[in-house]
């Protein structure tokens, strides 16, 4: 059976317009966040990375060096698409792309810190408020 999903980078014009239809979606229209808080000045400088379902855009993330390490950000997955592994499979993409012998980070809304942990990441720090929305720091720790 062939796989319904795939990830890859957003490379055209098409996928980065697919990626800021999912996230502006799923951040602003879903989760409330103010447009002007959803972009950032680091576009530019992030790869971001688009999910298909059934050749469908489903999801969507980015990631970026930073002075800590390597930061993954900006992952949401439309609701029709939830539950069927799109984030997992993006979050696999993503670590196949990093560097791994830098840190990993990322900052977890708190109802999906369990999704990450499922996938090697620890919680670091206190909770915090980002967008208007509680998160916590997470960092990916290796298990081999």
């Known amino acids: 059976m062939v796989n319904p999903i795939s990830v890859e980078i957003a490379y055209n014009i098409e996928s980065v317009n697919d990626l800021f239809a999912i996230r502006k979606e799923v951040f602003v229209e879903e989760q409330g966040v103010d447009p002007t808080d959803e972009r950032d000045e680091y576009e530019a400088l992030s ?29 949401a997955v439309l609701p029709i698409y939830r539950q069927l592994s799109i984030g997992s499979a993006l979050l696999t993409h993503c670590l196949s792309l990093v560097d791994l012998d830098l840190q990993i980070y990322l900052h977890a809304q708190v109802q999906v810190e369990q999704f990450y942990a499922k996938h090697g990441f620890v919680r670091s720090g206190e909770r915090f408020e980002e967008a208007g929305i509680q998160h916590y720091k997470m960092i990916w720790r290796r298990t081999e």
């Open 47 to 75: 790869t971001h990375l688009i999910a298909f379902y059934l050749s469908r855009p489903a999801g969507t993330c980015r990631f970026r060096k930073t002075e800590s390490g390597i930061k993954l950000e900006r992952f």
